[in-house]
Antibody
């Protein structure tokens, strides 16, 4: 059974940094397309970043230059390093997995981790 | 930046048909995906590649595409279908993932 478990969220001051983790089980992150998607309170879904099975990465304009996505094959975990956080980054952050054979279909999602940026 | 447009809300009586549209210039070239999200829960994929249904999703959920508009249809709506629905696609480059603003389906 595929499972995704996010961790690392919390309250952080503007300008601060956080590192989110998404631990996967029942599949390999290196053979999947892994995205981070966020949802601000009461708002819709916003795609943030993706790491492809080959290792290349892509970012939404709103986070480019501030966020970095990476993965660790040994722990089957995907990370999102978030620097220079702003109030508008406050959201529930979900990691989501698309299999390599359906690379845009996010069949599996984690439960989400809340990031609150506030002084 | 590229946008997908959905109606904010749709209301439907039990047993009737709900149709949710999603419009975007690149939809004639890029596939669309649909997600259902209930309060406090993660999204669930209900349609992929415009009209394919994942295993475990009820047959009353269907998808279609015409030009730059895709449609999610829920036939014989049930109370449990009350949720927010989001379309997802990519821009014309096929690289950047975009979500629609979401449609709240209310079962009267």
């Amino acid at each position: 059974e595929v499972q995704l478990v996010e961790s690392g969220g919390g309250l952080i001051q503007p300008g601060g940094s956080l590192r989110l983790a998404c631990a996967g089980s029942g599949f390999n992150v290196t053979s999947s397309y892994m995205s981070w998607v966020r949802q601000a309170p009461g708002k819709g879904l916003e795609w943030v970043s993706i790491i492809y099975s080959g290792g290349s990465t892509l970012y939404a304009d709103s986070v480019k230059g501030r966020f970095t996505i990476s993965r660790d094959k040994s722990t089957n975990t995907v990370f999102l390093q978030m620097n220079n956080l702003r109030a508008e980054d406050t959201a529930v952050y979900y990691c989501a997995r698309a299999p390599y054979y359906e690379s845009s279909a996010y069949y599996h999602w984690g439960q989400g981790t809340l990031v609150t940026v506030s002084s | 930046s590229y946008e997908l447009t959905q109606p904010p809300s749709v209301s439907v009586s039990p047993g009737q048909t709900a149709r949710i549209t999603c419009s975007g210039d690149a939809l004639s070239k890029q596939y669309a995906y649909w997600y259902q999200q209930k309060p406090g829960q993660a999204p669930v994929l209900v349609i992929y590649k415009d009209s394919e249904r994942p295993s475990g999703i009820p047959e009353r959920f269907s998808g279609s595409s015409s030009g730059t508009t895709v449609t999610l249809t829920i036939s014989g709506v049930q109370a449990e279908d009350e949720a927010d629905y989001y379309c997802q696609s990519a821009d014309s480059s096929g690289l950047y993932i975009v979500f629609g603003g979401g449609t709240k389906v209310t079962v009267l």
